[in-house]
């Protein structure tokens, strides 16, 4: 099993009982990355990641416009020519420009959700690349999607993902015409907003990106791990969370892909540290009917 985990700073990096390929970004190719790093700081993450024997993968999940391929194409390259294992992409571009520099082997389709059957798994996997499957499935989806695929995918199994991104600066709009001085908008992670009927509070950002809401809690696949059949792989997002909490989940994550009888209680423990754990929708129907329950 490899743990994909994203990383804010070198403290991040240790020796670990199962594979680990450290997630870095890299500002101009990243999407809601916890930190961007330059490329001088990406060398020396995998100078100490291979010294400890773990990989380093990279956050390349941005839509890119027509007139950054130019960029693109260059960043690639760059990326080329260096020790980075893996390349988390939504746009097909990446996948295309890659295709051509010879690195669709490293590349892992993170479509957040869209993956949401075998079919379109195998699809990707024939292309040469891996594939996230969606959080947003039952876990009995998950894992006959799992049982289905020609190679071990990735499960999304910790964090607050998106819910909502726009390219427009949202929060910039909404306070322009508001008097409130000395607010921080761009990259401030301690603000978040309520829907009118709802009571959760969601994480919302603005960045070079535009604007991102995020789920109000920690999405966490862990006591259900030792559920899966079939061989796959770990994603840990760590949006939000403190380089104390990064490093006590992705210890605990180790501890249970090593000892996946003793899952339950190590959730218990990552409750402790990290509090607002959540299901997401793991445990109902993907289609709910109004008859079911569902909404009006």
Do not use: W
């Not at 099993?1 to 670990?16: C, G, K, P």
């Not at 941005?62 to 194409?73: G, Q, S, T, V």
């Not at 195998?122 to 009995?140: C, E, K, M």
């Amino acid at each position: 099993m490899n743990i994909f985990l994203e990383v804010i700073s070198l403290d991040n990096i240790v020796q670990r009982s199962n594979y680990f390929e450290y997630v870095v970004g890299l500002e101009g190719i990243s999407l809601r990355a916890p930190a961007t790093f330059s490329f001088d700081e990406i060398d020396q993450i995998i100078g100490k990641a291979e010294s400890v024997g773990h990989g380093v993968a990279l956050n390349a999940s941005k839509i890119f416009h027509e007139d950054e391929l130019d960029h693109l194409r260059a960043t690639l390259m760059a990326i080329k020519e260096r020790n980075i294992k893996h390349i988390f992409f939504s746009d097909l571009a990446v996948y295309m420009i890659a295709r051509e520099l010879g690195m669709n082997d490293r590349l892992i389709y993170n479509a957040t959700t869209y993956l949401a059957n075998s079919e379109d798994v195998n699809h990707y996997l024939d292309l040469g690349t891996s594939v996230v499957i969606s959080p947003d499935l039952s876990l009995r989806e998950q894992i006959e999607i799992v049982n289905h695929t020609k190679k071990p995918s990735v499960i999304f199994a910790f964090g607050k993902y998106a819910i909502f991104h726009s390219r427009r600066e949202l929060l910039t709009n909404y306070f322009e015409y508001r008097n409130f001085d000395n607010i921080n908008l761009r990259n401030n992670r301690n603000l978040t907003i309520v829907e009118e009927l709802r009571f959760e509070h969601h994480p919302i950002v603005e960045d070079e990106n535009g604007t991102h809401v995020f789920t109000s809690k920690y999405y966490c696949l862990l006591k259900e791990i030792n559920l899966f059949n079939k061989p796959f792989n770990l994603y840990l997002s760590t949006n939000f969370l403190t380089n104390d909490q990064i490093n006590f989940l992705a210890q605990t994550y180790d501890d249970a892909a090593t000892n996946n009888k003793k899952a339950e209680s190590f959730y218990d423990e990552l409750q402790q540290v990290i509090p607002g754990l959540g299901e997401g929708i793991r445990n109902q129907k993907t289609f709910l009917l109004k008859k079911d329950g569902g909404a009006e």
